[in-house]
């Protein structure tokens, strides 16, 4: 079975603090992706990142960073110098061959980021 | 180039009647998901589509059911409508199997 976890279910920060939000993935496949989305109070979820299971390299987007590491089935996201803007819920998500286009959440993780 | 596109975004229906979604996934994409979204249950996977076939079907029962029409449209369809059916539901589409998912702002239904 696929399992997603993100044990941290909400976080506070203030603005300017660098915040990491930890997934950790389960799934007996070899080939699978992994994904970060954010959902702000509008709720629509807004994609970030896609991963495959074959490229372990980090990743970096502005202030946005993945580390992804299979040896702990973890992919983990860092906000560097967090905003207010930043303030969302965050999921993390897995799709493995077997169902293709079946994404599998986390329960998300709530950011917010206060003055 | 336009976005996911759901309506309505909001809708209140009594117990026992019926409620159809409809999503427009991004031009060029053929394959459509359907996602419940609720406080207790977090986000599931409801059903997706491709070419018109439903390929895959999340743990609901036979009430919640979909289509997908041959521009990649899609519909879903929720009959006798019960409290617990209240929720946000999303629709994602996608140019591949295993591609990133582009979201909808999603459908808010209330059932009173």
């Known amino acids: 079975a696929q399992k997603v976890t993100q044990a941290q279910t909400e976080i506070s920060v203030v603005e300017k603090e660098d915040v990491t939000l930890d997934c950790v993935y389960e799934t007996r496949d070899t080939t699978y992706y992994l994904f970060w989305y954010k959902q702000p109070p509008s709720g629509e979820l807004v994609f970030l990142i896609r991963?495959?299971?074959?490229?372990?390299q980090n990743e970096i987007s502005g202030r946005y960073s993945w580390n992804f590491q299979k040896s702990t089935s973890s992919f983990n996201f860092t906000i560097t110098a967090s905003q207010v803007v930043d303030s969302a819920v965050y999921f993390c998500a897995l799709i493995y061959t077997g169902t293709a286009s079946k994404l599998t959440f986390g329960t998300g993780t709530r950011l917010q980021v206060t003055l | 180039k336009a976005g996911v596109t759901q309506t309505p975004r909001y809708l209140i229906k009594t117990r026992g009647q019926q409620v159809t979604l409809s999503c427009s996934p991004i031009s060029g994409h053929r394959s459509v998901s359907w996602y419940q979204q609720t406080p207790g249950q977090g986000l599931q996977f409801l059903f997706e589509?491709?070419?018109?076939?439903?390929?895959n079907k999340g743990n609901f029962p036979g009430r919640f059911s979909g289509r997908q029409f041959s521009n990649s449209r899609s519909e879903m369809n929720v009959s006798t409508l019960e409290l617990g059916d209240s929720a946000l539901y999303l629709c994602?589409?996608?140019?591949?199997?295993?591609?990133?998912?582009?979201f909808g702002q999603g459908t808010r239904l209330t059932v009173v």
């Open positions: 589509y491709f070419s018109e076939t439903q390929r």
């Open positions: 991963r495959n299971s074959f490229d372990e």
């Open positions: 994602a589409s996608s140019l591949r199997r295993g591609a990133e998912a582009f």
